[in-house]
Nanobody, 117 residues
Framework: QVQLVESGGGLVQPGGSLRLSCAASGISFKIYHMGWYRQAPEKQRELVATITRDGSTSYVDSVKGRFTISRDNAKNTVFLQMNSLKPEDTAAYYC???????????WGQGTQVTVSS
């Protein structure tokens, strides 16, 4: 059974930092491209950052220079370090695993990030 379990969300003041984690089980983690998406109320889900199986990263323009995605294949975990958080970063954040060879794709249950003073 495949599971992606996010953690690390919470309430933080503007300018603060959070580190999200997503622990994967039931998949060969190292061959999956991993991504973080977010969805704010009444908005569409948005791709925030991705990291390929080879370690290449990409980011949506609004988080470039503030967020960093990384992965630890030994621990089957992907991280999202979020710095200089803004109220507009408030959303539910979801972990995604995608195998481009098999087209298998999995989602976590989400973790809430709220940026407010």
């Amino acid at each position: 059974q495949v599971q992606l379990v996010e953690s690390g969300g919470g309430l933080v003041q503007p300018g603060g930092s959070l580190r999200l984690s997503c622990a994967a089980s039931g998949i060969s983690f190292k061959i999956y491209h991993m991504g973080w998406y977010r969805q704010a109320p009444e908005k569409q889900r948005e791709l925030v950052a991705t990291i390929t199986r080879d370690g290449s990263t990409s980011y949506v323009d609004s988080v470039k220079g503030r967020f960093t995605i990384s992965r630890d294949n030994a621990k089957n975990t992907v991280f999202l370090q979020m710095n200089s958080l803004k109220p507009e970063d408030t959303a539910a954040y979801y972990c995604n695993a995608r195998n481009s060879w098999s087209n298998n794709e999995y989602w976590g249950q989400g973790t809430q990030v709220t940026v407010s003073s």
